[in-house]
């Protein structure tokens, strides 16, 4: 039997509404055993952390760069203090989501672009001083992030390297960028994407790279894989766009594992290993380790 976790999916989303109790359900009925739910923004902090302890998961606290252009310099403040008051909760175990959105045409410009690099790297300041992983946000920036990650983890005064542990969440980027994020101490995040097959340089990512730097989320109800994907012409003809949500998360690794020719449980047992790496404090839960097969 394989056992999955999904380390990236926002149960608190509108989209799943007072729905999340049984979307959860539904996920754990698919073995799905852990989900991992980062925050988007200072409002939802709280949401996330009651949803991890109402559903058995863990969270992540975060301002996610799409939610900038509203946020506060204040909410820096209150992320820095949430932190710590949480900060022996076993259930948060990242600062995320945070990162650079190059996608979204206003936040490549001026001032917003300059915002988002500010809270990107204050944030990463918050992880190091907490001692947290981090969950970053890749769209069409991983170079930009690659850099922040570099310059903030410049040896201190004890000489070594700052050693990042943590996810770069929905990667999409060259062999290039995905080695230099697995050098800098952090997994990849694979998810509905992969599914396409004319996500052809994504997919040979997925097959290519080592096993041991994979891990697997849903983003749901976002990125949602092939088979729940409508089309503009058939949204306009009235089919409703489906929502991904964690339960469709063993499909996508089944396909994640035929790609790469191993078994389901094989790359259930490798990326739940990996996501015990990125996210240590997820060993917590043993139930994870021993679902998993793990020893």
């Not at 790609?259 to 490798?270: C, F, M």
């Amino acid at each position: 039997m394989a056992y999955w976790i999904d380390t990236h999916c926002h149960l608190d989303a509108a989209e799943f509404g007072d729905q999340a109790p049984a979307v959860r359900a539904l996920a754990a009925a698919h073995h799905v055993v852990h989900c991992v739910l980062p925050a988007v923004e200072r409002a939802n902090f709280e949401t996330v952390r009651q949803l991890a302890h109402a559903g058995g998961d863990s969270y992540a606290l975060g301002i996610h760069p799409l939610y900038v252009a509203q946020a506060l310099i204040s909410d820096l403040q209150a992320l820095d203090d949430a932190l710590k008051r949480y900060r022996d909760d076993p259930r948060l175990v990242a600062v995320g989501e945070i990162g650079l959105d190059f996608f979204v045409p206003a936040l490549c410009e001026s001032p917003l672009r300059e915002r988002q690099e500010f809270f990107y790297r204050a944030q990463l300041q918050l992880a190091r001083q907490h001692g947290l992983p981090v969950i970053l946000h890749v769209r069409r920036s991983a170079d930009r992030l690659i850099k922040g990650l570099r310059d903030l983890g410049r040896p201190g005064r004890e000489g070594e390297p700052f050693k990042w542990q943590g996810i770069a969440h929905a990667f999409n980027g060259s062999a290039q960028q995905a080695q230099a994020f697995i050098h800098l101490g952090l997994k990849l995040g694979f998810g509905g994407a992969l599914t396409y097959a004319r996500a052809q340089q994504l997919r040979r990512l997925a097959t290519t790279l080592p096993l041991s730097s994979l891990v697997l989320e849903t983003d749901a109800p976002d990125m949602p894989p092939h088979w729940i994907y409508q089309t503009a012409a058939q949204r306009e003809a009235g089919a409703p766009q489906g929502r991904n949500q964690p339960a469709e998360l063993p499909r996508i690794g089944a396909e994640l594992a035929s790609l790469r020719g191993i078994s389901a449980q094989a790359l259930a047992q490798a990326t739940t290993q990996n996501a015990l790496a990125a996210l240590p404090k997820l060993a917590a839960w043993q139930e994870l380790v021993h679902g998993a097969g793990l020893p």
